[in-house]
Structure formats: C-alpha cells, structure tokens
C-alpha cells in the first residue's frame, strides 16, 4: 500500500528546515526530501567556518534562538581596497557629513518598517505583505539608483554603500532594488555576528522524517501530487511545498519568472597575506579592476576569499597559501530583478525561499507561514 503524505517538503535549506521544523512541533505529517542538509548555511569539517551566510543580524527574531553568536563584526575594521588604495571604512563614511544624516534616517524610518513586515508575513505572507505597504512595495520595484538620487545621497551610496552591496550581494546598484539597498543599509544600526547553527540538533525532533534524495518531476494527479525521485521513489503527498533555490523551483514546477543572480566561488584558505592587503579583518574590492569580491580574516587566521571566477590568481593577494576548501554556489542569491511570487503558487502548493528577499531570517519566516498555513487547512 503507497503511503500518502499530508506533505512533503523539497529541499534541506533554511525554508525547508523551518517549515518542517515548525511542522515537526505542531505533530504534523510531512516528509522532507533533500540531497544535502543546510542549503546556504554551509561549514567547513569542523562547524567553525561559514562558507555561505557568514553574518546573522541583533533583528533575527526566529534566527538567533538556534543559533550560537560568535564574534561580532567591528565595522572599524572593515577596509575598502579599490585601485591599489585601501580606506578603512569609517574614514570614508564621514566623508559626506550630511548624506551619512540623511541615510541613516532612512535607514532607521525603513528598520521600523521592516519590521513591521516580517510580523505580517508570518500572518499573510511576504507578497501580501509587500503589496499592503505602499512604501515598500515602491522600495521593491524602484532601482536603487532612483532612491539615492531622489534623497540627495548618491555620493554616500557610491562610495560607501556599493562596495558593501558588491561585496556582499555581488550586484551594484544599477542592478538592485531599492528594497535590498535599504536592508543593506541597516548595517549602519544593526550589530552583525559570526555563528554556528547545530543542524543536527536542530532537525533531531524529525531526522526520521527526512529523506536523502532529489526530486526530479513534480505531477498533479487528481487530488494529489505525485513526486519522482532521481533514486527511482514514487511519492504521494496532498500538499508539496517547493524549498530550493529558484533555478530549480524554475524547473519543477514551471515558473514564469525568477529573480536572477551570479556564481560566487568561495576559498577557504590558510596563508601569508601581502602587507598592503593587510589593513582590515574585512574588506571588500572594487568590481572594476578585481574577481575578487571579498575577504574576511576568521578566528583562527584563515581567510575566506570570495570570487566572481574560480579560476584566480592569489598571488596577488597573498604571498603564500594553502586552499582548504572550494565551495561553489550556483547562484549565491537571485537577487537582480523586480519579480515578486506568491507562497501560494497552486492548489496546495507552496513556495518558500529567498525567491523575493536576501536574509536568512525573511527566508526562515517564509517556511513558518506556509508551516501555519497548512495546518490550519
């Protein structure tokens, strides 16, 4: 007799692990099906070094509860590295006395607001909650570009915040939304941390309920879905939540449109950094003259190298080194574009994800909401 799933879950990443985890604790019956535990949230051997979200933000409601804080980042020791000078940051930032006011009052009006909409999207979800807003459905279909120009704060934005937004986010502003320069923008009143996230003992109330595989097709059949997977399983489930990056949730369930985004390779190196890169636990490079988007000098001395290209010379940065690791994500985000989807994408069908905003938190909330929403059906 085939089992028939009230519902399943595809993919591991932190949607999927918060909508079966929230699941999990209402004793609602559901399989996850994943090739890999934690999505973006990937270490090294040890737990200790992040090789994809590095920072959780003081905000993070739902987030900070399960993970362990580590070393906060000093913004005093962020570097800027464009055409062979290097700025430390805070000499930069009081460089326009009057935009750096004016920023950070939209950046503490926008804080508020924010906040406000992650409430609500826990109730009515992130496109709902957007499109009630008429500020931050603006802010999502505006170009940064528009924002900084209409504020008087182009020379701030372009000096400062584009290498953060590069750096960071790979795009500049030319290819971003207003909406994610004004949640880049709160670094500037948010503290951000190293941290760890157990996920063995975060999943440990449901281990038995995940399954190691990858879905390859994805059917209606009368009242139910039915799931194939690369393995060969055949699996039926009444709701199908779809938890992976949009390329994939693209192909599986045949969206119209996605948000785009670019590779990042990132190296994980131990070595001899170059005396003139040696200004700075973090810094960032101009995307004009360098792949090399970004670098952060961990704990133990080993850096982290982020690169637009995997094949790099490092000899310019360093003087010696050794790569640890190679982590390649494909994309890192899909974040260029003004597309905003629904959770609600069929007739018990969801969609949870960062499809529509950056942050570990926003895509934690969007597996909560769709969690509530189905059992409450």
């Known amino acids: 007799m085939n089992i028939v799933y009230k519902t399943i879950i595809v993919g591991g990443g932190i949607a999927g692990l918060s909508c079966a985890h929230e699941l999990s604790e209402k004793s609602g019956d559901f399989l996850l099906i994943t090739k890999d535990i934690g999505g973006r949230i990937k270490s090294s051997t040890n737990g200790e070094i992040n090789y994809g979200a590095l920072w959780v933000g003081s905000n993070y409601a739902h987030m900070n509860r399960y993970v362990k804080r580590k070393r906060k980042l000093n913004k005093r020791k962020i ?17 326009y006395p009057w ?27 992130q496109k709902q909650a957007i499109e009630s807003d008429p500020i931050l459905r603006k802010l999502y279909f505006q170009k940064a570009e528009e924002l900084v120009a209409e504020h008087g704060i182009v020379d701030f934005a372009r000096t400062v915040m584009e290498p953060l937004l590069y750096g960071i986010m790979t795009s500049k502003i030319s290819e971003e939304t207003a909406f994610q320069y004004q949640l880049m923008s709160l670094f500037m009143i948010v503290g ?11 999943t440990q109330p449901f281990q ?38 949009s390329p994939i949730a693209q192909q ?78 494909h994309p890192v985000y899909n974040d260029i574009g003004k597309v905003l989807l629904d959770a609600h994408e069929g007739k018990n069908l969801w969609l949870i994800g960062d499809e529509n905003i950056i942050g570990l938190e926003d895509t934690f909330i969007t597996g909560l909401y769709v969690a509530h929403k189905i059992l409450h059906s």
């Not at 062979?84 to 930032?93: D, Q």
């Not at 700075?280 to 690169?307: H, N, Q």
């Open 252 to 329: 599986l369930i045949g969206l119209s449109r996605i948000n785009v985004g670019k590779d990042v390779y990132v190296f994980h190196l131990k070595g001899e950094i170059k005396k003139e890169y040696e200004t700075g636990s973090v810094k960032f490079f101009g995307y004009e003259t360098t792949p090399i988007l970004g670098m952060a000098e961990e704990e133990d001395s080993s850096f982290l190298v982020y690169s637009l290209k995997k094949d790099i010379d490092l000899s310019q940065w360093f003087k010696k080194w050794e790569v640890i690791a190679l982590v390649e994500w």
């Open 192 to 202: 951000a941390y190293e941290f760890s996230f157990d996920i063995n003992k975060f």
């Open 79 to 95: 570097c800027l590295y464009f055409e062979g000078k290097k700025t430390p940051i805070l000499k930069v930032i009081f460089k």
């Open 99 to 125: 935009q750096l006011l004016k920023s950070l009052s939209l950046a503490i009006g926008f804080y508020f607001r924010y906040r406000r909409f992650q409430k609500n999207s826990e109730i009515i979800g």
């Open 208 to 245: 038995h309920k995940i399954l190691t595989d990858e879905v390859t097709t994805i059917k209606k059949e009368d009242k139910l879905y039915s799931i194939q997977t690369i393995s060969g399983r055949t699996l039926k489930a009444q709701n199908v939540v779809i938890a992976t990056p």
